[in-house]
């Protein structure tokens, strides 16, 4: 499973705590703006109670406070308010408005009220307008602010109870206020108020995918603009070769803390810039100066072993050491062709090459070599195929390439050998059957002094820069040296070179 890019984390980071954080905001606002909702209704149902007093006079006219809430909300909305009168003392329904729901049974209210220790009996203003004197009001005994009615403020007793009941019809908020020996219940209906609420949730709810959405583009655009400087330390990084060693990360002032790491990155890539050329200048010089008493020690040693006596010890000995001497002229011209590639110094002096002409000599002289294995050619070279190249280059990068077939075969096995000219370059490939390179070698193959473990249980002469140096070759040459296949049986490359 591919793991999600740190941007990519950082919006969806954003968008889960700006979701947390916006739903908790959301919650604890609706939660505050439903309990605002119902304080008002309480406070309506508080003042409706307390401003119809015909309800408590002697007369106990209940009717009449259903008849003056119909006057005041109007015939249209009389569904809008439901009224319950009971006797305190046995909780006997002494009267019942016409809306009140049939399927609530009122058994279900539990109309038990605390007596309010503050409550001062009657609250009127003696000799006022608002004067009731126990109950009378301006309008005579049992008057109410219906038609035709007077009217004060009556004062509850006790302290009133509020609940919420939901019926078929629809919800209602129930308030309870209570006299002495009289319960009133008035309860309107809070539909619209539930409907209000509905909608700011609906709406809530609507918002939010929208406003987490913003909220995770602008995470992703801040952690775009963030990261810059991060691309282009990558950038820079993916440049770095052993031939662009010199590349360097522009400073930014923009962030302190990205400025130190560009500063410190740069500051490494000095160290390693100079270690690299101190490295490939010993191996260089090295390499150069081991070139004339090599070339001395073989002369010498050619010379003995003409003056040696046919089948003698001394024959044997210094026949070997021209072998190790020439050895070691291969491994040295390989590690400065190799210390030259690293310096960006190998420069193949380029002309018009005979690929076909130069393919055949080469695999002459490779089925000599392989006649002691038995192996088997199949050649296919297009003919006359040209490319620009340094002929002592690349007949170097091509006799590696064929004794690694010879080296890494099997007895009785098989090279084969195919040149074709596809897309304005030459296009070889050479196979061999053996026993491949397992797949834990696959990705070093290329790597200088780098053999893989069959190679050494065979004891299979060579250091490990043929195929580098190869590759090296090919590149200087701007093309390339690839595996194109290896499994048990069969392994093959293929060079491209531009034509």
């Not at 000799?127 to 007077?150: A, E, F, I």
């Amino acid at each position: 499973m591919k793991t999600p890019s740190f941007r990519l984390k950082i919006a969806l980071l954003s968008a889960i705590i700006s979701g947390v954080v916006l739903v908790g905001f959301g919650l604890a606002a609706f939660l505050m703006i439903s309990r605002q909702k119902t304080e008002s209704l309480d406070t309506e149902i508080r003042s409706i109670g307390t401003r119809h007093p015909g309800w408590i006079t002697n007369r106990r006219d209940f009717k009449r406070l259903d008849v003056a809430l119909g006057f005041i909300f109007g015939e249209d909305h009389r569904d809008q308010v439901i009224l319950m009168v009971k006797n305190a003392a046995d909780d006997t329904v002494l009267y019942t408005s016409s809306g009140w729901p049939k399927e609530f049974d009122h058994a279900k209210l539990d109309c038990t009220l605390a007596v309010d220790p503050d409550a001062s009996g009657v609250a009127a203003t003696p000799g006022g307008d608002d004067d009731l004197s126990v109950g009378r009001g301006r309008g005579g005994q049992g008057r109410g602010l219906g038609p035709g009615g007077g009217g004060g403020q009556v004062s509850f007793t006790k302290i009133p109870k509020f609940q919420t009941i939901r019926t078929v019809a629809g919800e209602w908020r129930l308030g309870m206020l209570g006299t002495a020996d009289t319960t009133l219940i008035i309860g309107l209906n809070a539909a619209q108020t539930r409907a209000e609420l509905d909608r700011l949730r609906n709406a809530f709810l609507v918002a939010l995918p929208l406003a987490l959405s913003l909220v995770g583009l602008g995470g992703w655009l801040v952690a775009g603009r963030a990261l810059r400087p991060l691309r282009m330390i990558a950038s820079t990084a993916e440049r770095v070769t052993a031939r662009g060693l010199d590349q360097r990360i522009p400073v930014s002032n923009e962030d302190p803390e990205i400025a130190r790491v560009i500063l410190v990155l740069n500051s490494m890539m000095d160290r390693l810039e100079n270690s690299f050329q101190q490295a490939t200048r010993f191996s260089a010089d090295a390499s150069h100066e081991l070139k004339t008493p090599l070339a001395i020690m073989q002369g010498e040693l050619e010379n003995a072993l003409q003056e040696a006596s046919p089948g003698s010890r001394e024959q044997q000995v210094f026949s070997g050491l021209l072998e190790e001497t020439q050895r070691l002229k291969t491994i040295t011209r390989g590690l400065l062709l190799l210390a030259r590639a690293d310096s960006g110094q190998l420069k193949p002096a380029a002309e018009t090459v005979d690929l076909t002409s130069i393919l055949e000599g080469i695999i002459e002289d490779t089925r000599v070599l392989a006649e002691e294995m038995r192996l088997d050619f199949e050649v296919k070279l297009a003919p006359g195929i040209n490319v620009q190249a340094d002929p002592v280059l690349l007949r170097t990068a091509l006799l590696n390439l064929f004794v690694n077939a010879v080296k890494y075969n099997e007895p009785g096995g098989k090279i084969r050998v195919d040149l074709e000219s596809l897309a304005s370059q030459a296009v070889l490939t050479i196979g061999n059957s053996g026993p491949g390179i397992p797949e834990d070698d696959q990705t070093r193959i290329f790597t200088r002094f780098h053999r893989v473990d069959v190679a050494r249980q065979r004891q299979v002469d060579g250091v490990g820069l043929g195929l580098s140096l190869a590759r090296e070759i090919a590149r200087a040459h701007g093309g390339d040296l690839e595996l194109q296949e290896s499994r048990p049986g069969w392994t093959s490359f293929v060079l491209r070179l531009n034509a």
